[in-house]
Nanobody, 124 residues
Framework: QVQLVESGGGLVQAGGSLRLSCAASDDTFSTYGLGWFRQAPGKEREFVATISWNGDITYYADSAKGRFTISRDNAKITGYLQMNSLKPEDTAVYYC?????????????????WGQGTQVTVSS
């Protein structure tokens, strides 16, 4: 069972950038799809971005397109979410998740493993 640990969250001003990392516990991660989701206070968890096991396929929520970039380094068993041009509405707890089918998905139930989350706060 792979464990995931997010890091890189914090407080940033609007227009700023952050890079989130998702470190896995073992190299089975390299065969899993990776997704990033977020949950703001009082709101449901929502999809942000996903990438297939080999990085060939990526998909973004409309809110993330053009500002966020998902990537992975399987040699380091780590995934990333580069977030640029951040807005106050991006404030949320961000979670990474692993999909053992390998393809990634925008559907949260497709994922088998979840991290604990990292807080991102964007001030106006």
């Amino acid at each position: 069972q792979v464990q995931l640990v997010e890091s890189g969250g914090g407080l940033v001003q609007a227009g700023g950038s952050l890079r989130l990392s998702c470190a896995a516990s073992d190299d089975t991660f390299s065969t899993y799809g990776l997704g990033w989701f977020r949950q703001a206070p009082g709101k449901e968890r929502e999809f942000v971005a996903t990438i297939s096991w080999n990085g060939d396929i990526t998909y973004y929520a409309d809110s993330a397109k053009g500002r966020f970039t998902i990537s992975r380094d399987n040699a380091k068993i780590t995934g990333y979410l580069q977030m640029n041009s951040l807005k106050p509405e991006d404030t949320a707890v961000y979670y990474c998740a692993a999909d053992s089918q390998g393809f990634g998905s925008n559907w949260s139930r497709a994922y088998d493993y979840w991290g604990q989350g990292t807080q991102v706060t964007v001030s106006s």
